[in-house]
Nanobody
Framework: QVQLVESGGGLVQAGASLRLSCAAS????????MGWFRQASGKERDFVAQ????????AYADSVKGRFTISRDNVKNTVYLQMDSLKPEDTAVYYC?????????????????WGQGTQVTVSS
């Protein structure tokens, strides 16, 4: 049984940093892309960032480019999202996701496994 478990969310002030973690179990994803998405209240789930299995390739939404960094540790089967210079508009539930392919489109449709999400709230 595959599980993705996110952690690291919380309430912070604008300008602060947070690091989200996503620990995978049940199978290894070292050859598969993994990503982060977020869903603000009343809105659709949007792409944030993704990383290839090797970690050599990354992609980001324009809204987070230069502020967020995705990384992974395949030994720990864990993916991270370092979030710096947080803004109130970053407030959302953040979801970890994993594909069954080496790369994926920047869309929820490209991802097969999902975590339960972790809340990030940024106050102004």
């Amino acid at each position: 049984q595959v599980q993705l478990v996110e952690s690291g969310g919380g309430l912070v002030q604008a300008g602060a940093s947070l690091r989200l973690s996503c620990a995978a179990s049940g199978r290894t994803f070292s050859r598969n892309a993994m990503g982060w998405f977020r869903q603000a209240s009343g809105k659709e789930r949007d792409f944030v960032a993704q990383i290839s299995g090797s970690g050599d390739s990354t992609a980001y939404a324009d809204s987070v480019k230069g502020r967020f960094t995705i990384s992974r540790d395949n030994v720990k089967n864990t993916v991270y999202l370092q979030m710096d210079s947080l803004k109130p508009e970053d407030t959302a539930v953040y979801y970890c996701a994993a594909t069954t392919t080496a790369w994926a489109p920047k869309s929820t449709l490209g991802y097969y496994y999902w975590g339960q999400g972790t809340q990030v709230t940024v106050s102004s």
